[in-house]
């Protein structure tokens, strides 16, 4: 591997592909980068979609089969963003031939598959697209956590809501067949909480969860909802849904601390709520930040205070920071353990949705 | 009993009382009454806090002991504002005095008490003080509902925070005993949101709970989550705690219908949001409802649009419906039977909370 | 007079009737008044209002002629609550007449009005019923001014916004008529708007106004529009509308200072926004106080952190400070003079509404 | 000029041509454009920026002088990113080389100048950088207001705050000094609201403005604030700073009508508040309108509802509009003649600052 260029193939070309094609545009714009990345070959089974992906985003050459991809020699990293089903195969495939991995969330349709596809790659760098760790926001909240300003933690509440799985007149798509897509709501949206709550919050020790299919006839949950008990104290509740009705992409969480509380809407990502307990009773309040200071985590690396950054943004800086782990020689999280992690918390609960029992989370 | 008359006796001098007490002044200002009230009697046991509220809110009488109200021909209606343990003994002595018995929240310290208060007072009329189905925004939403505006219900989620609990240099009151207050926060704040839910989304079937003490030493629950079942098929959670830093006063609901969205929280209790999905996509949007119109149901009694109201006037008007069906001998909600299937559900939750199993709500 | 003992004539019988009825009612409730204050006699010439009124609140006698109040040796206090055309003879009466001495804003229909009352009213007690510098929040907010937190302020602006006057099938009222009512939304809204700028900014040295009539054939101002210099350095701009669609009772302000910000609107009177410039650049964002707590100025007179207080709070605020004054020879504000600043600046603003040219407001 | 390529120069690497930069990398991802564009010179004075530019966007050439773009034959367009003292001298060249001309905003020093420029380039095709005009939400209250959903308007409310100028330990730019900047915050900040007013509620008859210097020394302004009367006879109001303590970037703009109201704030760029007054008195409240819906303007050729977009997407819509146009033989908007427009309003307001009388905007 040429140490100044990232050779990279990417698997898939849905909304996904397109993201992961705007990260390896523009991180080299907004990042000083160690390694150049070159968009070397995309992958996908759908002819129109790919000659449009590989045109407008500009990638080297195409292939139709994703397993092409595996082998050759002039490729440094696979980028799988195919569906779910397809991530176990290709990143132990892309593992073995000893390619850097990056893959989509979830890891894997079960967790004893992601249990596989970390073993498998136990030699190789690799990265999971748990995005919004990258938020600017969030990575902030982090650091407050870090630095003790939420103190002992009591309360961690998570809300993922979406609508659209209500529209039964949309065509179903992968993500509504089990065998591609696995559960349903809670591999697709819970696991985005969950990678948060673990990244902020630390391990759940057990969980009690309750699932639901509002739609007739369909074959993957369209909610599910949990009580956990986190290792650190504190008492959790998720909750993620297709029928949200009046949120179009509401990904929450709410922490409530002796020392504060914090709470984040990805639907206003650049903003956070900060409620500091350590303040005198009468200035105590939920304070708006908008989390664009030149001395914030992350978004110095774009624009000015105040110029809001997007969705897309957290692609990018994922992306920025696994190169310089690269280049480095330094761990990148979140990696395929981390992403395990999330699977085992996932595994649990929707174990526990069909024995109606709590159920511990395997270490 | 004088038709034209209620001759009350409020039994407590705290908070309620004082809240109560503004009740009985304030009905007859702000509703055309067909009949007058009669601040008559007061007891307490703390002489101070007796002689305080006797003085500042014009009870004609004081009494020490509560049971002296008990067998007075010349006192129409019992109110009880004592702590939990007393709501049982004194409203059944009201009831077999043949009185009218209005009792604080929640209606017993365990649902077999309250089952025994709601035989003791088949023969009169009764009041719960779940005051806050008369904040004109709540009244609005059961509106719309009823209407059908929410259409299918597929989540409904209440929270009710407040944070004193985590500041332990406050002195204990009745509220930290479990012979007096019963469980904590469960009775306390719980029992609030339960009769939310089942005044607007209907019964509950069953539940799976989990409560916390986190303050070292405490006898009481400082945290209650759970998860629910309705009988209309939605799936439900609620969370009540004492320890949710950053929250003064929330309780908060939100229920996503086919329909809809509402979203409703007591500290700005003059709004609610409103997501209408039946408006066209690029439209909807949650909207911000000042409930103050004059086609609002309870605001117009009070002042005009856009001059909000406070905390206090849910009791002045819990208190003008009551008088109003007593008078034209309407049945009033919410009453002892309505204050038992709350306290119903709230036992089968705290059982869950023990047994770490789904429990069902008897019928 | 009876020193114990406060003996009130109200004149009038509108919305502005049963605000100050109210607050005779509950002040002695939440304060420990020095003095009983009695509701001795209600004029309103509107027949069934005036009984309505007489029967709602209270009152022990009535007249059909507010001049049938002034002469009674057994009224202490006489309270204005007319149309704004009889405020000055009214007043000017009551003084003559030694009368304590309450009056609605604005305090007269010109300055030259308002400079002989003040005159008139030299030996007596007096009180202007610009009651928002009595809501919890903007008394909170003149303790930050005053404590220096804001430092050196920038920019003072203002809205009042309402949008009734936008519907013109309402039938109208001497609102309407300029010579009951002055010249419309100026001496209406942009009034209360001047009396929280002056409480909290202090003096405006000159300003420079536009003013427009949007219903054809009004004869009174439906906008009001206005840049001011204040005589601390800061710029301001106030604007009031009765077309301003979309807001029920806005009624807000904002000041930036070298300090921070403080941003606050009536229709959620108990919060107010603080942004701390002092903090750290990254833990800088508008602050929701719900000035609730039992440390702010005035709210621990009525509930308890969390549940809120209404509209009609500041009368009885305002009338228990003016008593507990009373008692103990304090000078209350805003009295007369201070009534009379509103009107001097508004007068000017809107001489330069006519004249289109920058105005000084005489000191 | 070959037909499917468009070779641009772009003049400047400050913080706008960071942002042009992002524009021409990014068009051709999100949009299929009918040319291809190539980044084939940039010119800077600054070597390190200048080489810091080139390499992170990747700009195939060079120069140290803007001049060595005007002349030459391969470049196709110029996009002059300078401070604003050249923006006149480089576009008029730029016109009469033949050049395609886009130009930051404002156009120039004054509107004396130009009128200089629009005379100049009344051969080519231009564009202006006012690029708010291409958020989503601000073409979608375009879309609603020109469907009549608005009514007549009565008031359009403009403010942009920043706080940065009072932070006085900042070194100074080139954006202090009257020579290369202009008076200040009026040509910095104003010129954008004023743009959208134009944009949204159309021509300005008339304004009176005043101004302020804040900081000791400084000799440009800090604050402008305005009265204005439009064509279409609402009453507006403007203002603009960099001492408004509390706001990093408070774009902001409210109008009201008869049909309802808009609300906007840049920081939240993705929201837009509506309120519609057709609907029953009851349902009428701020809709908070997430403006990501694929039947929403430019929003859909980027992400997915709820996918939140940023600031520097206004820039690729604007864009990717104006190579459309230059395709097909279109108008684009805002070109030098709308942005002519802007300044000869500016020009009165700041002329009406010095001279403290309403001024009249030339039509």
Chains 1, 2, 3, 4 share one sequence.
């Not at 979140?334 to 270490?363: G, I, Y």
Request: include cysteine; hydrophobic fraction near 45%; proline fraction near 4%.
């Amino acid at each position: 591997m040429n140490k100044k260029e990232l050779r990279v193939a990417l698997l898939g070309t849905g909304f996904m592909g397109k993201a992961h094609s705007n990260a390896y545009c523009q991180a080299g714009h907004f990042y000083d980068l160690p390694w150049k990345i070159r968009r070397s070959l995309v992958c996908g089974n759908i002819e129109a979609e790919l000659a449009t992906v590989a045109k407008q985003w500009e990638w080297e050459e195409t292939a139709s089969d994703w397993r092409a991809a595996i082998d050759r020699p002039d490729i440094d990293a696979i980028d799988i963003a195919l569906p779910n089903h397809l991530h176990a195969p290709a990143a132990i495939a892309a593992a073995a031939a000893g390619k850097i991995v990056l893959c989509e969330k979830p890891l894997a349709l079960s967790a004893e598959e992601a249990r596989a596809m970390v073993q498998a790659a136990r030699g190789v760098p690799t990265l999971v697209w748990y995005n919004y760790r990258r938020v600017p926001a969030v990575a902030y909240a982090r650091q407050l956590i870090d630095e003790g300003r939420l103190g002992t933690i009591f309360h961690y509440n998570a809300t993922y809501f979406q609508q659209w799985g209500a529209d039964t007149s949309r065509p179903a798509t992968w993500r509504m067949d089990p065998a591609l897509a696995g559960a349903g709501v809670g591999d697709d949206l819970l696991t985005h909480s969950l990678d948060l709550a673990l990244f902020l919050n630390g391990r759940i020790n057990e969980g009690m969860a309750t699932a639901r299919t509002f739609a007739p006839g369909r074959a993957v949950d369209d909610a599910i909802s949990a009580l956990v008990n986190f290792e650190n104290g504190s008492l959790g509740r998720f909750e993620a849904s297709r029928f949200g009705i009046g949120c179009r992409n509401v990904n929450a969480f709410a922490m409530h601390g002796s020392g504060g509380m914090l709470r984040f809407n990805l639907e206003d990502l650049n903003r956070l709520e900060f409620f500091d307990a350590s303040q005198p009773s009468t200035e105590q309040g939920a304070r708006d930040l908008l989390v664009t200071d030149m001395k914030h985590p992350i978004f110095p690396n774009f624009w000015r205070p105040g110029h809001i950054i997007g969705y897309e943004h957290t692609f990018i800086a994922a992306l920025a920071e696994f190169i310089d782990c690269l280049a480095n020689g330094k761990d990148f999280h979140p990696n395929f353990a981390d992403a395990l992690a999330v699977q085992e918390a996932l595994d649990a609960l929707q174990r526990s949705a069909k024995t109606r029992k709590w159920t511990e989370v395997p270490k």
